[in-house]
T-cell receptor, first 111, second 114 residues
Framework: KQEVTQIPAALSVPEGENLVLNCSFT??????LQWFRQDPGKGLTSLLL?????REQTSGRLNASLDKSSGRSTLYIAASQPGDSATYLC??????????FGAGTRLFVKA | DTAVSQTPKYLVTQMGNDKSIKCEQN?????MYWYKQDSKKFLKIMFS???????INETVPNRFSPKSPDKAHLNLHINSLELGDSAVYFC?????????????FGPGTRLLVL
């Protein structure tokens, strides 16, 4: 049974700092791993999707990596901005239309 | 244009009532989902539909009945609402035949059962 864990649960950083959010999963037989952003009272916005055959994906200041052998994914945010403040969720797809979400990391970037 | 829309956005109702939440996607996707996000913000899948057929029913009480009249719509009907049903319900869709593609989420329906 796939379980997804995110560390830390919450993070507060000053503006401009580079930061790393961590995600771990128990079942290495993962089809893909997706990172989402959720703003308070809003739905989820997909940030990056890494297929099982890939090791990383980049979009602007965001870089996500995937290491299936160790069961880990990281989301790297460069030069953080107050607008990056949100909850970041990682989700592992084990196939068969089933996606398992972590509990999220609440990020606060101070101006 | 809204890709995945849900109605209503807020729903406040009494215990024991029956209610429905509607979801529509205009992305041409063939797979749709319902998720529940509880008070601790933990998101759990409830149902997956692919081409109007139920693929996943994740041990959800049978008071919850999804209905997909066509590939663009997936509605959720809840009978005999209970206090524990209070949560945010998210609809999502994706274009996939094997469950490997990006999911697009609706804005959520905030259900409060009194």
């Amino acid at each position: 049974k796939q379980e997804v864990t995110q560390i830390p649960a919450a993070l507060s950083v000053p503006e401009g700092e580079n930061l790393v959010l961590n995600c771990s999963f128990t079942d290495s037989a993962i089809y893909n791993l997706q990172w989402f952003r959720q703003d308070p009272g809003k739905g989820l916005t997909s940030l990056l999707l890494i297929q099982s055959s890939q090791r990383e994906q980049t979009s602007g200041r965001l870089n996500a990596s995937l290491d299936k052998s160790s069961g880990r994914s990281t989301l790297y945010i460069a030069a953080s901005q107050p607008g990056d403040s949100a909850t970041y969720l990682c989700a592992g797809n084990t196939g068969g239309f089933k996606t398992i979400f972590g509990a999220g990391t609440r990020l606060f970037v101070k101006a | 244009d809204t890709a995945v829309s849900q109605t209503p956005k807020y729903l406040v109702t009494q215990m024991g009532n029956d209610k429905s939440i509607k979801c529509e996607q205009n992305l041409g996707h063939d797979t749709m989902y319902w998720y529940k996000q509880d008070s601790k913000k933990f998101l759990k899948i409830m149902f997956s539909y692919n081409n109007k057929e139920l693929i996943i029913n994740e041990t959800v009480p049978n008071r919850f009945s999804p209905k997909s009249p066509d590939k663009a719509h997936l509605n959720l009907h809840i009978n005999s609402l209970e206090l524990g049903d209070s949560a945010v319900y998210f609809c999502a869709s994706s274009q996939e035949t094997s469950g490997q593609e990006t999911q697009y989420f609706g804005p959520g329906t905030r259900l409060l059962v009194l």
